[in-house]
């Protein structure tokens, strides 16, 4: 019966079959519709920081382009942090000094990211100027100018700068637990803080681009067309942690959030789907029909909605990961080895906050966003590890933290 496929245990990308059942799910009983949107969300949005593909790809006014001056004035202010002798920790605007009129471009990104259309790629930079360790630097000094602060990406709450690069022909498949760091296709969904950022070293010879679609828009077109799924995802979900269960236990958390009238998605389905030998806990409640919906909803929504950035190497993404989904399109290497063009995808990853333009964060955020955010250390200090250069087949730290904080 039809129900029966309904509640099978989902896969972590949508399979065709899940497609299907999207377009036909008003037909299907078992699916009742809901009126109106959950208690204390808005009825809808009203901001640019809704849109669509259609309107997105009509403009490339999202795209800032870097001056030859920008780009010499960003040489200089390595060159600066280099000869100050100071640990790429502390690096900051007073010891990677730029122009008053790119420092202003920068804090403009961040004002797109918070209140513009919520993205914006820096293009110019040209990454075979650098060796393999200032990239993270210059990444650095550029970003501490559009959002100061960094956060944690790892279980640890370390790390702050993340290689994304595919390890699957270096690692054993039974390590491989994070679609981040293979070659294959990522669903829709939202990583972790405020400002997702990404500076791309080098680019993929086929495929790969990264898709972004406005959550806003999805939550619009959801309210209109589908309100049973907003509840749901405003439900508490059980997420599994995949790792020791006495140290990091299961939580429950919804998956969409409002405070001040904005409306947050905190959303991934690998704590409910698994990935390679990741396999949900049998012991924890299991995904409900409503719920393998709402995340198939999620992904479709977007994907319709969704614009393809056709990266460039050297070019810096800033995303508002509180207002925008992102997912990938797969990729892959030329058919012959020795093409010496080819290119291996490789990113660099910071989750960013900048203070003076940050949102209220829900209640059920607050503690999670203090773990990306906050002090690491017992007396309240902060320290900061930053990989520079990470070795193929080196064991990733950086894994979808989900921890209940």
Same mark, same amino acid.
Request: hydrophobic share 35%; charged share 25%; net charge negative.
């Given at each position: 019966?039809?129900?029966?496929?309904?509640? +099978?245990?989902?896969?972590?990308?949508?399979?065709?079959?899940?497609?299907?059942?999207i377009?036909?799910?008003?037909?299907?009983?078992?699916?009742?519709?809901?009126?109106?949107?959950?208690?204390?969300?808005?009825?809808?949005?009203?901001?640019?920081?809704?849109?669509? *593909?259609?309107?997105?790809?009509?403009?490339?006014? &999202?795209?800032? !382009?870097?001056? /030859?001056?920008?780009?010499?004035?960003?040489?200089?202010?390595?060159?600066?942090?280099q000869?100050?002798?100071?640990h790429v920790?502390?690096?900051?605007?007073e010891?990677f000094?730029?122009?008053?009129?790119l420092?202003?471009?920068?804090?403009?990104?961040?004002?797109? %990211?918070?209140?513009?259309?919520?993205?914006?790629?820096?293009?110019?930079l040209?990454?075979?100027?650098?060796?393999?360790?200032?990239?993270?630097?210059?990444?650095?000094?550029?970003?501490?100018?559009?959002?100061?602060?960094?956060?944690?990406?790892?279980f640890?709450?370390?790390?702050?700068l %993340?290689?994304?690069?595919?390890?699957?022909?270096?690692?054993?498949?039974?390590?491989?637990?994070?679609?981040?760091?293979?070659?294959?296709?990522m669903?829709?969904?939202? /990583?972790?803080?405020?400002?997702?950022?990404?500076?791309?070293?080098?680019?993929?010879?086929?495929g790969?681009?990264?898709?972004?679609?406005?959550? &806003?828009?999805?939550?619009?077109?959801?309210?209109?067309?589908?309100?049973?799924?907003? !509840?749901?995802?405003?439900?508490?979900?059980?997420f599994?942690?995949?790792?020791?269960?006495?140290?990091?236990?299961?939580?429950?958390?919804?998956?969409?959030?409002?405070?001040?009238?904005?409306?947050?998605?905190? %959303?991934?389905?690998?704590?409910?789907?698994?990935?390679?030998?990741?396999?949900?806990d =049998?012991?924890?409640?299991?995904?409900?029909?409503?719920?393998?919906?709402?995340?198939?909803?999620? !992904?479709?929504? *977007? +994907?319709?909605?969704?614009?393809?950035?056709?990266?460039q190497?050297?070019?810096?993404?800033?995303?508002?990961?509180?207002?925008?989904l992102?997912?990938?399109?797969?990729?892959?290497? =030329? +058919?012959?080895?020795?093409?010496?063009?080819?290119?291996?995808?490789?990113?660099?990853?910071?989750?960013?906050?900048?203070?003076?333009?940050?949102?209220k964060?829900?209640?059920?955020?607050?503690?999670?966003?203090?773990?990306?955010?906050? =002090?690491?250390?017992? /007396?309240?200090?902060?320290?900061?590890? &930053?990989?520079?250069?990470?070795?193929?087949?080196?064991? /990733?730290? %950086?894994?979808?933290?989900?921890?209940?904080?």
């Amino acid at each position: 019966m039809a129900a029966a496929a309904v509640l +099978a245990q989902p896969s972590y990308y949508p399979a065709a079959n899940e497609r299907i059942r999207i377009d036909r799910l008003d037909h299907e009983p078992h699916f009742p519709r809901v009126d109106g949107v959950p208690a204390g969300f808005p009825s809808r949005l009203h901001s640019s920081l809704v849109w669509d *593909a259609k309107e997105m790809s009509e403009r490339n006014d &999202w795209i800032i !382009h870097l001056t /030859d001056e920008d780009t010499l004035a960003i040489e200089l202010a390595l060159r600066a942090f280099q000869n100050s002798g100071s640990h790429v920790s502390q690096i900051s605007k007073e010891n990677f000094p730029l122009p008053e009129g790119l420092a202003t471009l920068l804090d403009d990104v961040s004002e797109q %990211c918070y209140s513009g259309r919520g993205f914006c790629v820096l293009r110019g930079l040209d990454p075979s100027r650098f060796t393999e360790e200032e990239h993270g630097v210059i990444y650095g000094g550029i970003s501490v100018h559009v959002a100061p602060e960094r956060g944690f990406q790892d279980f640890e709450k370390e790390q702050v700068l %993340c290689h994304v690069k595919n390890s699957a022909p270096y690692l054993k498949k039974e390590t491989i637990v994070s679609p981040g760091f293979t070659d294959g296709a990522m669903a829709f969904h939202t /990583d972790l803080g405020d400002i997702l950022s990404l500076y791309v070293v080098d680019t993929s010879a086929y495929g790969g681009r990264s898709l972004i679609a406005s959550s &806003w828009k999805v939550y619009n077109d959801l309210a209109v067309e589908k309100p049973e799924v907003l !509840h749901t995802l405003a439900e508490n979900w059980t997420f599994d942690t995949y790792r020791d269960k006495e140290k990091y236990p299961p939580f429950t958390r919804p998956l969409l959030h409002c405070a001040d009238g904005k409306v947050i998605f905190q %959303c991934s389905r690998r704590p409910f789907t698994g990935f390679g030998p990741l396999k949900r806990d =049998p012991n924890l409640p299991p995904i409900t029909g409503r719920q393998i919906d709402a995340l198939d909803s999620i !992904h479709y929504y *977007a +994907a319709r909605n969704a614009i393809a950035l056709d990266i460039q190497r050297g070019d810096i993404i800033y995303l508002n990961n509180m207002s925008i989904l992102h997912g990938r399109e797969s990729y892959e290497k =030329p +058919a012959n080895e020795n093409d010496t063009s080819a290119h291996d995808r490789h990113l660099l990853k910071f989750f960013l906050r900048d203070p003076k333009r940050a949102w209220k964060i829900p209640p059920a955020l607050e503690k999670l966003w203090h773990s990306v955010y906050g =002090p690491n250390r017992p /007396d309240g200090s902060r320290e900061e590890v &930053w990989v520079l250069v990470k070795e193929n087949g080196s064991p /990733d730290r %950086c894994r979808f933290m989900t921890p209940a904080e």
